[in-house]
């Protein structure tokens, strides 16, 4: 069964600093990986795709995330933090009939 | 194209009772899957439909309920609310639900149950 481990259920980053969410999957086939991001009271709005076309993948608002294979991860990064940034991450593995399954989310925040 | 558009956006009702929310898709897109999001448990899938037949359940018990009419939007159904159904109800939509489209995603509708 597929499964998505999002190991940080917090981060704290200072504002231009490096953003660095973590996550891992499991998939008895080939993945499709998405980022959504959740800004307070709004709904989920797609970061970034994974569909087997490029290992590294670019997302909006500078935002990009590696396809590793040989250690099961979609770590989602950015390298330097802005104060609209501070959000909910997901980690999202896609299913096969419209089921989504959803990490645990990542709470971004972003200080001064 | 306007987006997936959800209707309420907010609800309040007492347990017992029973409540119908509305998702609109993208126009054109053909599969509207509903999603619940609660604190304790995250964002869990419910059903998915598909030119108005549901193809994919989650694992919700049957007071759960949706269909899907002939232009694409949806509604679900929960019958004889819990305080444990209140949460947010968000509903996406795609074109053929395929595990490799993206997703786009309403702005929910917010149950609360008292």
């Known amino acids: 069964a597929q499964s998505v481990t999002q190991l940080d259920s917090h981060v704290s980053v200072s504002e231009g600093t490096p953003v660095l969410l973590r996550c891992n999957y499991s998939?008895?086939?080939?993945?499709?990986l998405f980022w959504y991001v959740q800004h307070p009271n709004k709904g989920l709005q797609l970061l970034l795709k994974y569909t087997s076309a490029a290992t590294l993948v670019k997302g909006i608002n500078g935002f990009e995330a590696e396809f590793k294979k040989s250690e099961t991860s979609f770590h989602l990064t950015k390298p330097s933090a802005h104060m609209s940034d501070a959000a909910e991450y997901f980690c999202?593995?896609?299913?096969?009939?419209?089921?989504?399954?959803f990490g645990k989310g990542t709470k971004l925040s972003v200080k001064p | 194209k306007a987006g997936v558009t959800q209707t309420p956006r907010y609800l309040i009702k007492t347990r017992g009772q029973q409540v119908t929310l509305s998702c609109s898709p993208i126009?054109?897109?053909?599969?509207v899957s509903w999603y619940q999001q609660t604190p304790g448990q995250g964002l869990q899938f419910l059903f998915e439909y598909f030119s108005e037949t549901q193809r994919n359940k989650g694992n919700f018990p049957g007071r759960f309920s949706g269909r899907q009419f002939s232009n694409s939007r949806s509604e679900m159904n929960v019958s004889t609310l819990e305080l444990g159904d209140s949460a947010l109800y968000l509903c996406?939509?795609?074109?053929?639900?395929?595990?490799?489209?993206?997703?786009?995603f309403g702005p929910g509708t917010r149950l609360l149950v008292l």
């Open positions: 999202v593995h896609g299913g096969s009939q419209g089921n989504l399954i």
């Open positions: 996406a939509s795609s074109i053929a639900g395929d595990g490799w489209e993206t997703q786009y």
């Open positions: 126009s054109g897109h053909r599969s």
């Open positions: 998939s008895s086939y080939s993945p499709s």
